[in-house]
């Protein structure tokens, strides 16, 4: 079952630009969290956002959470081709330590020199 | 520098064999998961281990069993490979902590092609 979903599912943009991409959920969570894989790699987790919060920074990266609106987002500011990855959202649907993350199936972002 | 280490990044079998896929971690991690990559489909969870010898079904189970003797080893067994079951597999591991989040730490993932 999917339970975030990304959007758009390709951006693709010039250096220096900043990148947007969203995220939307279907059910309460705890946190959600955003992980970033280059092509044919594993994923590593970039940052996370608990449910009370609103806005987390990370370096150039921005996230903010809507829970009313079950979305969230990803800012990446001042965009560099070194960026280029797929970009997705997890979310833990039932909350606890060991519960499991759901993926959704991400946005491929390509950043041009 | 912590590390989830899969033994094999690009396998190739044929259709019926049995397959082993091995996943050590470092990081004295109590949990342990199997996911697959699709075009299109994102990440699916197979099976998930929050400690030794324990095991629980993910999404999409069917094919696929797994074997946790080890705390650090998380093996992913396909008993009669199929072709459809040609993907990217990718194992993670997470602490059990009291912060309530749980944080993976991925390995560099297995191509399987099963012909």
């Known amino acids: 079952s999917q339970q975030g979903e990304e959007d758009p599912q390709a951006l693709s943009i010039q250096e220096g630009e900043n990148a947007t991409m969203n995220c939307s959920y279907k059910?309460?969570?705890?946190?959600l969290q955003w992980y970033r894989q280059n092509s044919g790699r594993g994923l590593v987790h970039l940052i996370l956002?608990?449910?009370?919060?609103r806005e987390k920074h990370s370096g150039r990266l921005r996230v903010t959470l809507d829970t009313s609106k079950k979305s969230s987002s990803l800012l990446i500011t001042a965009s560099r081709a070194a960026d280029t990855a797929s970009y997705f959202c997890?979310?833990?649907?039932?909350?606890?330590?060991?519960?499991?993350?759901?993926f959704g199936t991400g946005t491929r972002l390509q950043v041009f020199p | 520098d912590v590390k989830v280490t899969q033994s094999s990044r690009y396998l190739v079998k044929r259709t019926g064999e049995k397959v082993f896929l091995e996943c050590v971690q470092d990081?004295?991690?109590?949990?342990m998961f199997w996911y697959r990559q699709d075009p299109g489909l994102g990440l699916r969870l197979i099976y998930f281990?929050?400690?030794?010898?324990?095991?629980e079904k993910g999404d999409i189970p069917e094919g696929y069993s797994v074997s946790r003797e080890k705390k650090e080893r998380f093996s992913l067994i396909l008993e009669s490979a199929s072709t459809n079951q040609t993907s990217m597999y990718l194992c993670?591991?997470?602490?059990?902590?009291?912060?309530?989040?749980?944080?993976?730490?991925f390995g560099a993932g297995s191509r399987l092609t099963v012909l």
């Open positions: 997890a979310t833990d649907a039932t909350g606890g330590n060991t519960d499991k993350l759901i």
């Open positions: 281990s929050y400690d030794v010898k324990m095991k």
């Open positions: 956002i608990r449910s009370n919060e």
């Open positions: 059910t309460s969570i705890n946190n």
């Open positions: 990081m004295d991690h109590e949990n």
């Open positions: 993670a591991s997470s602490p059990t902590g009291i912060t309530g989040a749980n944080v993976l730490t």
